[in-house]
């Protein structure tokens, strides 16, 4: 799945991966060796609690809405610690670190989500 911030008009991520299920999303990146790309998808919009156990290295997170507008973001998440977003959200992306900063995408960005590219 293709990850792009139409606003930056960038492509953040081309090879993401789709987690709907709550087994999917609590394992995530635990005990992988290789950064991955993920979505986390949730059914309706909430405060998303994240935790980074059993992960090995620091990733950057977007949250956004259920429009796919960025609405908070973590920057560098550090190894084994926890992070609960600031608003309401409907999707948590897990991305690279240094995607954030590299792609300069902000609070208020759209982020358009595509499958098949």
Known sequence: MLIR????NRII???ARLCENILLKFVGLMFTKKQKTLILAFNK??????????????IDVLFLDK???VVDKNDNFKPFTFYKSKRKAKYAVELVNGAIKKTKTGIGDKIKLQAGF
């Open 5 to 8: 911030n139409i606003t930056k």
């Open 13 to 15: 991520a081309g090879d």
């Open 45 to 58: 919009e909430k405060i998303i609690s994240l935790h980074m156990l059993f992960v090995f290295y620091p």
């Open 67 to 69: 429009n796919k507008v």
